[in-house]
């Protein structure tokens, strides 16, 4: 087990590097941060060389992995962190310093258990993109088909479970507090987070995730996935179609190729509703250096290691709440939030939809490009601080890649209105799943099911059904000691003043902690 003063030294180089790389400015200067925050800020930046320009990519990356994925979704919000620094951030999509070839090879051959040559034909030595967790290079199959190769990083897996096993001891003594803090449930958020990142180091998954997605995808004009070679993928090693397009990132390649930018934001904002609406399963890396246009305007999406899953209840709850917010039936919103237990019943429902209202109605109608982001998110914090609502770690995922689906459409169309691309879909649906004619059909098909296959009737309702507020049966979470209690065992209640200052240490990087993750969503 990690000893106390090893997450500490993490915690406090972390902020440390944020500081020399002038990333702390922003945070800094952001409303919602607390004062006592602002001022642990300042003494991160005692003695450091700040820049004059920030390099926000340069300290995620110092950081680790773990912290460019926090760096990868920011590059999605210029809205939020401005377009210089979403434009540094985009050098954390897939152009960081790449691996050398030698322990690539070796990690191909290791992985598929035979020489290189055995596999492919050729194996280009330059990579085309170098990213936190992999890097790909492109191939050529003995058959003779072009692939693209993805392999797992060198280290990468001991590299994420170190820094998550410091997030989770932080977030353990975050949560200690109270307040805010147990509200925000920090602990069963990284207990998700380190299953989501479980996932995508297994290259295995993720190719299951793409086959998976291309299935419910097939017939969806305008959206592909590519398809994998089976034979040459295995735990670290995935090998995919080549797809040739342009990235979606690269908007005047784009323009130049003659492809309407408009049109692409509309089908990537209706591709990520069938997916997440219709099917319950979506790509959750949805980020600029995921997506390519192919030459006939497909939408190609890549690097499917985090997938998301809504179970069918909270599908029709996200949905109803879509179409309340677009039609701004705020009374059904609010009611959808106290069927699914995410506001705790001894609020009023009435002034819910009430705090609603005062948040959609300046959003309605309008482009993106036209709305104060800031105050949204400032109405929002205060929403769930005012109604106790609690984080929802399994929403979380939908959540991130909302953000990033907005983010890359409001970059192809600044003009673009989601509620309006929304409404027709989400309509739709909603009378399609809860129609009259369905409804019949449903109940037909329930009532001779029911006659076929009466003994099982309990058990398969059980698997529908979702638990209490829709929400899965969360992950088991680590018992982590706190060094408050060890304090009392170790040295009795009453001794010394360096617990208490370790204790307000670790209260202050808690609450910067908090504050970056309310500022990142």
């Known amino acids: 087990m990690t000893a106390p003063r090893t997450h500490i030294f993490r915690l406090l180089k972390w902020g440390r590097i944020l500081a020399r790389h002038g990333a702390l400015k922003g945070l800094e200067a952001a409303p919602q941060t607390p004062p006592e925050v602002r001022r642990l800020f300042r003494i991160a930046r005692l003695g450091a060389r700040v820049p004059a320009k920030p390099d926000y990519a340069g300290a995620f990356r110092a950081i680790g992995p773990a912290a460019i994925k926090l760096g990868q979704t920011l590059a999605t919000r210029p809205d939020l962190v401005g377009e210089e620094a979403a434009n540094n951030l985009l050098e954390l999509q897939d152009s960081l310093p790449p691996v050398p070839f030698e322990l690539i090879r070796a990690e191909i051959e290791q992985g598929l258990g035979g020489p290189l040559e055995k596999f492919f034909s050729h194996v280009d030595e330059v990579p085309v993109g170098a990213a936190s967790v992999a890097q790909v290079h492109r191939g050529r199959t003995i058959e003779g088909r072009d692939v693209a190769i993805k392999v797992l990083r060198p280290g990468v897996r001991k590299n994420f479970a170190r820094d998550i096993e410091t997030y989770e001891w932080a977030a353990a003594h975050l949560e200690a507090l109270g307040g805010e803090a147990t509200r925000l449930r920090p602990q069963l958020t990284i207990a998700n987070f380190r299953r989501w990142t479980m996932r995508e180091l297994d290259l295995r998954r993720e190719a299951a995730s793409a086959s998976e997605l291309a299935s419910a995808m097939d017939g969806h004009p305008g959206y592909r996935v590519p398809d994998i070679d089976w034979d040459r993928t295995c735990g670290t090693v995935m090998t995919l179609e080549w797809i040739d397009g342009i990235k979606i990132s690269n908007r005047e390649a784009l323009v130049a190729a003659g492809h309407d930018l408009p049109d692409l934001a509309r089908r990537l904002v209706l591709a990520f509703l069938r997916q997440a609406i219709a099917g319950g399963f979506f790509h959750a890396d949805m980020h600029q250096g995921n997506l390519f246009v192919a030459a006939d305007s497909t939408i190609v999406a890549i690097d499917f290691g985090i997938m998301g899953r809504i179970n069918r209840q909270a599908r029709f709850w996200l949905a109803e709440i879509l179409y309340g917010l677009t039609t701004g039936n705020y009374r059904r919103v609010a009611e959808i939030h106290f069927e699914a237990q995410y506001v705790p019943s001894y609020h009023n429902v009435d002034e819910f939809a009430t705090a609603l209202r005062a948040v959609g109605e300046p959003m309605r109608g309008k482009p993106v490009s036209e709305l104060s982001v800031g105050q949204m998110l400032d109405g929002l914090f205060a929403i769930t601080r005012d109604f106790d609502m609690k984080t929802q770690p399994h929403l979380l995922l939908l959540q991130k890649t909302m953000v990033m689906v907005e983010g890359v459409a409001t970059q192809l169309d600044p003009q673009i209105n989601m509620w309006d691309v929304s409404a027709p879909y989400v309509r739709d649906w909603i009378r399609g799943e809860l129609g009259p004619e369905t409804l019949l059909a449903d109940r037909i098909n329930t ?75």
């Open 447 to 521: 009532d001779v099911a029911t006659l076929l296959r009466l003994p099982d009737l309990v058990r398969r309702l059980e698997e529908q059904v979702p638990k209490k507020g829709g929400a899965p049966e969360p992950p088991p979470i680590p018992h982590i000691p706190l060094i408050w209690d060890k304090k009392v065992r170790v040295a009795g209640a009453g001794s010394g003043g360096f617990w208490s200052h370790l204790a307000a240490l670790i209260i202050g990087a808690g609450a910067g902690a908090a504050a970056l993750f309310a500022w990142v969503h």
